[in-house]
Each structure stands twice: as structure tokens, then as C-alpha cells.
């Protein structure tokens, strides 16, 4: 039972823009965020939102650029994404919890998890 539904990754280049969503279904989640992981290297964190929208977090790398947000019905989270940047190429993957309803970088604080979309940006 597919729980997370991640899209809207592509082939952009640098200085473009995207907006990736993230369906949820089942039970409502409360904490949402995205994460993205580069070849090579760790998952990370992105952006997290809390279950009523009022509080945000990014990582330092994506402040001003990227602004995450919920769907009127709060199962639906986006990542806007602004004046991408080649470093920003990774796969992003949407993540949810129903333990929390607040935010946190933490990965291992998310139980559910998306399958992940390529996001490509060229120089």
C-alpha cells in the first residue's frame, strides 16, 4: 500500500525552477519534509513542515530558494524550487511521520517515506 507518492522531478538547468509534491494517503500524517541524497553521498535534509503549515525548517544551502509547503487538505506537501543549482542534483525523496506534528531534520525521526525523484540541474 503505497503511503508516500513522490513527483515533479525533471532535467532542468541551473537557475530554473521546480515544484515537487508529495501525495499522501491513508491516515493523515502530521510531520512532513523532504530529503535528498546525492551520488555518493548521505540523505539529507531539506525542508520539514509541522501538521497546521505555521512552522518551517530548511537546511542552510536552500534558504531563500526552496519554500515548502501544504496542500489545503494537508495531504498533499510541496517543494517549490528556485534558482536551482547544480549542487541541488539528487534524488528527493518526501517523508512523513504520525508521531510528531512538528518539524525536525532528523531522518530517523521519519517512519514513511517516499520512492524518491530524480532532480537533475545543469551548468
Known amino acids: 500500500q503505497v503511503q508516500l507518492a513522490g513527483s515533479g522531478g525533471g532535467l532542468v538547468q541551473a537557475g530554473d525552477s521546480l515544484r515537487l509534491s508529495c501525495q499522501a494517503s491513508g491516515r493523515p500524517f502530521y510531520a512532513m519534509g523532504w530529503f535528498r541524497q546525492a551520488p555518493g553521498k548521505e540523505r539529507e535534509f531539506v525542508a520539514a513542515i509541522s501538521w497546521s503549515g505555521g512552522d518551517t525548517l530548511y537546511t542552510d544551502s536552500v534558504k531563500g530558494r526552496f519554500t515548502i509547503s501544504r496542500g489545503n487538505t494537508k495531504s498533499t506537501v510541496y517543494l517549490q524550487m528556485n534558482s536551482l543549482k547544480p549542487e541541488d542534483t539528487a534524488v528527493y525523496y518526501c517523508?512523513?511521520?504520525?508521531?510528531?506534528?512538528?518539524?525536525?531534520?532528523?531522518?530517523?525521526?521519519?517512519?514513511?517515506w517516499g520512492q524518491g525523484t530524480q532532480v537533475t540541474v545543469s551548468s
Open positions: 517523508a512523513a511521520d504520525r508521531r510528531f506534528s512538528g518539524v525536525s531534520p532528523d531522518l530517523n525521526e521519519y517512519e514513511y
